[in-house]
């Protein structure tokens, strides 16, 4: 796990996005490819960038203290390749089984452990719908590398969007 990204100034705590995948497996490596792509922009010194892997405890600590924990993953919905959902694991009204993760369990058992530790800063989880994500393989999809930039706007919008 990396952390990448400078802490909010004057002690507002920053917001941690946190992408989580399997970079052997194709596209299903989404989130960790969209933090390497927000990590070659000039972002605000209020986002900080962590390379969750495939998801474990020592993501706590990335959880601890945050403004807002934006979690981006593959989605295991029917919908085509590169489409961006958001999932709102407190319940958000209509947001609760959006979709599955292929993390759920991991990031559902992760949810949990930070609960009985501390409390919770707002989550969303956005998730990118795959292409392949059993051939094994260093790259995304065409389909996804298309779409990349696009995915890393809509988290890097999520993660600057400030709800009340």
């Known amino acids: 796990?990396?952390?990448?990204?400078?802490?909010?100034?004057?002690?507002t705590p920053p917001v941690a996005v946190i992408g989580v995948g399997n970079l052997l497996?194709?596209?299903?490596?989404?989130?960790?490819h969209v933090i390497r792509a927000?990590?070659?922009?000039?972002?605000?010194?209020?986002i900080e960038l962590v390379d969750g892997g495939t998801v474990?405890?020592?993501?706590?600590?990335?959880?601890?203290?945050?403004?807002?924990?934006i979690i981006v993953d593959a989605a295991a919905?029917?919908?085509?390749?590169g489409a961006v959902f958001r999932?709102?694991?407190?319940?958000?009204?209509g947001t609760k089984n959006l979709f599955h993760s292929a993390h759920t369990e991991g990031i559902q058992d992760l949810l949990n452990?930070?609960?009985a530790l501390f409390d919770l800063p707002p989550i969303v989880c956005v998730g990118v719908v795959p292409r392949d994500i059993s051939t094994p393989?260093?790259?995304?999809?065409?389909e996804l590398r298309r779409r990349l930039p696009a995915i890393a706007d809509a988290v890097l919008r999520e993660a600057l969007y400030r709800r009340s």
């Open 56 to 69: 474990g405890l020592p993501l706590l600590e990335a959880m601890r203290n945050r403004r807002k924990v």
């Open 77 to 81: 919905v029917k919908a085509p390749p």
């Open 137 to 142: 393989g260093l790259r995304l999809s065409r």
């Open 1 to 11: 796990m990396t952390a990448e990204g400078l802490h909010g100034q004057r002690g």
């Open 87 to 93: 999932w709102y694991p407190a319940g958000r009204a």
């Open 38 to 46: 927000l990590s070659r922009r000039r972002l605000p010194r209020c």
């Open 25 to 32: 497996l194709s596209d299903e490596g989404i989130g960790v």
């Open 113 to 115: 452990a930070s609960r």
